[in-house]
């Protein structure tokens, strides 16, 4: 992508953030915990929301990595950016306490790879934080969703509009204990845990 990708997405994106986004992720983010991953970190947007934490943060879009690196100095928590994939994860098992995704799962490629990923280098019952955004169960919205999608995927970097989130981390194995939707359930924060071989029960 352009270098101007970052810029760009930060004037795009900055009034919804700031009107829509800011307390579903200071909601979400205060309860993350020891070493951190963050997977597509974007532009940084996450990275004042931490605090008291170590964060890696993984970003494969130069424009974007290299615009994150003045908000990981100015926070309250130690952050290292870096390239990386989320399918693809260069870390040991067990490496992390807490794994973050916010509007990342959307536009994966292979999301359930990239969530096969998550659970391994995840501790058993280490925390998971999703924020996110799905399609519709049903109705003229879920139907524009699948309609526009390929479009909409074309002009957006690959963000797919209607990907069934909670369907899929279920069939991977997550527990999720907390879902609290927005926008009228377009949005979703999800808490889930990272429970390795045992029966999965789920909210």
Known sequence: MSKLTGYIYDIIM???????????????LSKAAGKVLEIGSGTGVNFPYYKEVTVTALEPDESMRERSLAKSKQS????????????ELEFEDNTFDTVVGTLVLCTIPNPRQALKEIRRVCKPNGLILLFEHVRLEKGITAKAQDILNPIWRKI????????????LLREEGLVLTEVNEYLKGIFLSIEAVNQKDEKIISV
Not at 156 to 165: D, I
Request: proline share 3%; aromatic share 6%; net charge positive.
């Open 156 to 167: 957006s970097g690959g963000c797919n509009l209607n990907r069934e989130t909670i369907s």
């Open 76 to 87: 309250r928590a130690s952050i290292e950016v870096r390239n990386g994939d989320a399918q």
């Open 14 to 28: 900055g009034p919804f953030e700031r009107k829509k986004l800011h307390r579903i992720r200071y909601n979400l």
